[in-house]
Structure formats: C-alpha cells, structure tokens
C-alpha cells in the first residue's frame, strides 16, 4: 500500500516537474516567437516574413534589409534554408521547401540569391548568400516554405487544410485524360489542355510547372522535347479555360501525363494557388540538348589535396569552401596558414543531343567574377555534393556558376564556343565542356568529414531550369571512400539529379 502511495506520489512529483518544465520551454519558446515577431513588426534589418499563402505558416519568403522588403531566389533553395525560416518565424519546423514560384512569382526585387545554410543558425541573414541584391533569377523563381503550424497554448492546434498537400495520384484507369495544345502560334505551342471522358475541356492550374512536367506533354503529343515551360495567361488564361487538373507533378520519364501525379480528379479537385489567371504553358521542339556527366574522369581523377587557406582567397569569395573556413578567417588572425583539405576531381559535360547548350541569360546579364577573370552565364550549372550511408548531406561544393565552352569535340565537330574574351558561351552538339580538376573550386571542401565510405554525387543543370532532352543522366553517383590519407571513387553510375 505504501509503495504505491510513493509510487503515485513519486508519478505526482515527475508529472508536475514534467509539465513545469514542458510549460517553461513552452513559454521560453512564446518569448522567443514574441522576439523574433517584434523584428518583423519593428521592421528590423533581416526580418522575414511569408507572402503569398492561404496561411500565417506558409508563402514565399521576403527579408528586410535597408528598410526594404525583397524576395529570395531558389537557386541552390532546399531543406536546410527552409527549416531555418520556419525556426526564424517560431513555427515548429519544415513541413515542405517549395521553388518555382509555388506562391506566385516574386513581387519585390531578389535580396538574397545562393542561399546555403548549414542549419546551426537562427536567421536567414546567418547564412551565406551572394551578397545583398546580386542574383540571376527570373520572378517566377521565388522560393518558399510551408512550415508547421506554430506552437500555440492558447488555441488549440489549428484544424490547417493544406490544399497544397492534398493526396496525389496518377489519372486512375477508369478514365482516360486526352492532351492538347490550345492558344498558340504554331501547333507546337500554347496553353495545356486536358479532357477527362465525359467532361469537356480545360486547362492545369500553373502552380509548380516545370520543364519536367512540360517534357511528357511533349513527348505524349510527338512533339519532342519541352524548349520552355511557362505559367502564364499570354495563350489564354483561367477566364478563357477553366483549370480541370492541379498539382500535377511529373517524374519526367512518363510517356503520359495521366501517369504523372495530379490531385485527386475522381473527387473533382482543383486546387490553384498563385497568380490565378495563370495557367500551364509549353513550347515544344524536336531540337534539344542533352547534356550527360562523364564519370570516367571522375573515377580517373578524384584525389587529395591540403590547400593553405592564402591560397583560397578567391574560392572563398565564390562559396567553394564549407562554412567553418569563414568561422575560422573571422576568429583566427593567423586563418591564411591554416589549411582546408580537398576532394579534386576533373568532370565533364557531354552534349548528346540534337542542339546546342546555351545558357538562360542573355550575355548583358552575365557576371563579371573579378577573381576568375571570366563571366558566369549559369549560376547554378552544377552541384557536388557528398552523402552518408544514411542518405544525409555531409559536405557539399560550393562549385555553382561555371563559365561554358567547348573543350572537347568528336573528330569533324569544330569548336564554337569559349569563354575567353566575352565569347559566346555553351555547349555544341558532340563537344564536351571539362573542368580540370586543377582549376579553382572544381572540389568538395571535406576538411570536417571523418574518415569512412559515403556517396559522391555530381550533378549538372541540377535544378531543370534548362531544357534538355532527359535528365536522369545528369548525375553521376559514385562511391567514395576516404581514410585521411587518400580518396578513392568507385562504382558510379548515372542517375537523376
Ligand atoms: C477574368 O475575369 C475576371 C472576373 O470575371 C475579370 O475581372 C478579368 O478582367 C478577366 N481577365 C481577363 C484577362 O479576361
Ligand atoms: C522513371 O524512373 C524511376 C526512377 O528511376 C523509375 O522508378 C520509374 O519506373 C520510371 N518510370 C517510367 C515510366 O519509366
Ligand atoms: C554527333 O555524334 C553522333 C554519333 O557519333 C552522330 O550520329 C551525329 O550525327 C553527330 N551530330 C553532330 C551534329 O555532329
Ligand atoms: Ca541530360
């Protein structure tokens, strides 16, 4: 009997402690929400907040700097930018990064471009960038983030309905889902049209269009490869055709749009968010680059180098280093005579398609990189990347912007593209562009990473913002093994971003 009653007690007691110090983290949290809501409400430098969604926990991001809200671009955008958000605003966490203008395309100039986080910080502003207002991104390429919703004691948890993360499925078999073209000049152009049997005609809502989703309407019309994916009303918007399919999402391999996943049309729903005019546009070509990762020069190439952090002054400036470098030049007056170690490999890109590779802006709005000597065309052209057995990032290169050329052609093929001298920059038909493992930047910075085996990955265009005929030979994922005194790659194949 007594050793129940101090049972109970005891519970009593561990309970109340319990609770007293749930209550306390809780309300530690309330304060820190409260905080980080005044630097928004105060209009603090580095405040942010989210624009464009149905909810106070999700929209696309704008940060405040000289007074002036601006957007932030999703080049390099994924799940360690976004959970710094949702933590910076006091939401419970990431439920979903989003790209491509998922809350409609950015309203305010781009503050922030290249984002990368390494996840210890508190604020966005924390984490590197380009630096304030220097991007390369189009307006429909806001990033954003639908984060949980936040930790309330007052109200009970929101009851939320997130029609962006209904269920998907692919068009069930019972019905069929006809595709055409609507709106263009030519055949090959124009707003996307779907009919499911029995229903008459319409469009797909524009939110999350891509190149992925575009390249199966091509290929499912026999009309080759996707040149550019829009959302737009330019071929008749939502007044002209109401939107019939949401969500649509499309691996890229699918011979039909049927088999890729749209939101649930047996229960009728369509959901669109964004700008609501807009709807999913393709222009089609049978002319494509297809650009394929060459892993026999990594294999061939990827060793070790200790490099004195004097010599990296200009790697630094451009991001190819991992964050503890910029920790250690900030709190160690002698950080030049320190060293990082490196993972160098030479990679190329080979064109085989049927058209040349060119970059997406035009040249007046390349930049000029001072250290390099050489403008950048691409921002994002390639990513490297390494990853435990556990499938989590562990170290990445900061290699983002290359300048494109031909360095190698088939025998007969001449050569058209180079850098030097404000040439024209790509990638033609049959000619490969290789970056030496020697030149600056081409390396992971593994200096923190302890010895072990991990998968290497490399990709190109990671990010589907050019056109190409297929990507799943864009990466090339390897294994890596790395014992402090050598590296060795091994085993890669090809693969999808
Ligand atoms: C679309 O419809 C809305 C509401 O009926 C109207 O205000 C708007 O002007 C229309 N837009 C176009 C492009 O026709
Ligand atoms: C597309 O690629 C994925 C991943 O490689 C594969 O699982 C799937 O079966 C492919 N689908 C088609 C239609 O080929
Ligand atoms: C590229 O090479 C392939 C295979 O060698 C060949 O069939 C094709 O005609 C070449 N294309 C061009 C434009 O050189
Ligand atoms: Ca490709």
């Known amino acids: 009997m007594w050793r129940y009653l101090l049972l109970i007690s005891c519970c009593c007691h561990l309970a109340a402690a319990v609770l ?15 905080r980080r809501y005044s630097k928004t409400l105060h209009k603090e430098e580095g405040a942010i907040r989210l624009v464009g969604g149905d909810a106070e926990y999700e929209g696309n991001v704008e940060v405040l700097h000289n007074h002036k809200w601006g957007a932030v671009c999703d080049d390099e955008w994924d799940a360690s930018e976004g959970e710094i958000v949702c933590r910076q605003l006091g939401f419970l966490g990431l439920r979903r990064y989003t790209h491509s203008g998922y809350f409609g395309p950015a309203k305010r100039r781009y503050w922030m471009d290249n984002l990368y986080c390494e996840g210890h910080e508190l604020e966005l502003t924390q984490c590197h960038f380009e630096g304030w207002g220097i991007n390369d991104c189009e307006p429909s390429e806001a990033a ?9 004691l007052v109200r009970p948890p929101i009851a939320y309905s997130d029609a962006r993360l209904l269920p998907k499925y692919p068009i069930h078999p019972s019905s069929r889902l ?10 090959s152009e124009g707003r996307v049209e779907v009919r499911l049997n029995g229903q008459r005609w319409g469009s797909i809502c524009a939110d999350g269009w891509s190149l992925l989703e575009a390249n199966v309407v091509c290929r499912q019309l026999d009309l080759g490869y996707a040149r550019e994916a829009f959302q737009t009303d330019y071929f008749g ?7 019939m399919l949401s969500g649509s999402e499309c691996y890229g391999n699918e011979t039909e749009l049927a088999d890729c996943l749209h939101h649930d049309h047996l229960q009728g729903i369509v959901s ?6 807009h709807v999913a546009a393709v222009i089609c070509d049978y002319r494509s680059p297809d650009l394929v990762v ?8 990827a060793h070790l180098e200790d490099r004195p952090m004097l010599l990296m002054q200009c790697a630094m400036e451009e991001n190819c280093v991992s964050n503890e ?7 160690d007056p002698s950080w030049r005579y320190q060293t990082r170690r490196l993972l160098k490999f030479t990679a190329a890109a080979i064109n085989a398609g049927n058209a040349d590779f060119r970059p997406i802006k035009d040249k007046s709005q390349w930049e000029w990189h001072m250290c390099h000597m050489h403008y950048h065309s691409m921002e994002v052209f390639a990513t490297f990347d390494i990853y435990d057995q556990q499938g989590r990032k562990v170290a990445q290169g900061h290699k983002a912007s290359f300048c494109l050329e031909d360095s190698n052609c088939l025998p007969g093929v001449p050569k058209k593209y180079n850098c030097a001298n404000y040439g024209d920059q790509g990638i033609s038909v049959n000619c490969s562009d290789v970056y030496l493992y020697n030149l600056d930047c081409q390396w992971v910075d593994i200096t923190e990473l302890p010895a072990g085996s991990y998968i290497l990955k490399i990709a190109i265009n990671p990010e589907f913002k050019v056109a190409e005929m297929s990507y799943d030979n864009n990466a090339a994922i390897c294994d890596l093994f790395y014992s402090e005194s050598y590296a060795r790659v091994d085993n890669c194949r090809l693969s999808r971003p």
């Not at 060459?294 to 190439?301: G, H, L, P, S, V």
């Not at 470098?325 to 709190?331: E, L, S, T, V």
Request: hydrophobic letters at 25%; one cysteine or more; proline letters at 5%.
């Open 20 to 34: 007293h110090q749930t209550l306390q983290d809780a309300r530690q949290e309330q304060q820190q929400l409260v």
């Open 144 to 152: 954003g983030v639908i984060c949980y919703p936040p930790a309330d």
């Open 178 to 187: 006809y595709v055409r073209l609507a709106g263009g000049r030519y055949a």
């Open 237 to 243: 918007g939502a007044n002209v055709s109401r939107p």
């Open 272 to 277: 669109c968010h964004g700008n609501r005019q």
């Open 294 to 301: 060459d892993f026999y020069e990594i294999e061939q190439t």
């Open 325 to 331: 470098a910029y920790q250690i030049q900030r709190d």
